[in-house]
């Protein structure tokens, strides 16, 4: 696996974690109006992890 394989692994993974973060609402689950603290916190950790994989990505072919 190369860095940019594992870049875009972790982008994807981010961009899932954060359309999970908003499908949660769908479900009915939290008390809030909104963006709850725990979604917020969710979306945080997502950005962070999509971050990651944007650094990685110009890293090239090298291994992982």
């Known amino acids: 696996m190369t860095k940019r394989q594992l870049g875009l692994a972790f982008i994807a993974l981010g ?6 973060s908003f499908a949660n609402d769908l479900f009915g689950a ?3 109006q909104g963006i ?8 945080l950790a997502a950005g962070v992890i999509v971050l ?10 090298k291994p992982a």
């Open 15 to 20: 961009i899932i974690a954060a359309i999970g």
């Open 36 to 43: 709850g603290p725990s979604q917020r916190l969710a979306l």
């Open 52 to 61: 990651v994989g944007v650094s990685l990505l110009p890293l090239g072919d």
């Open 30 to 32: 939290g008390n809030f």
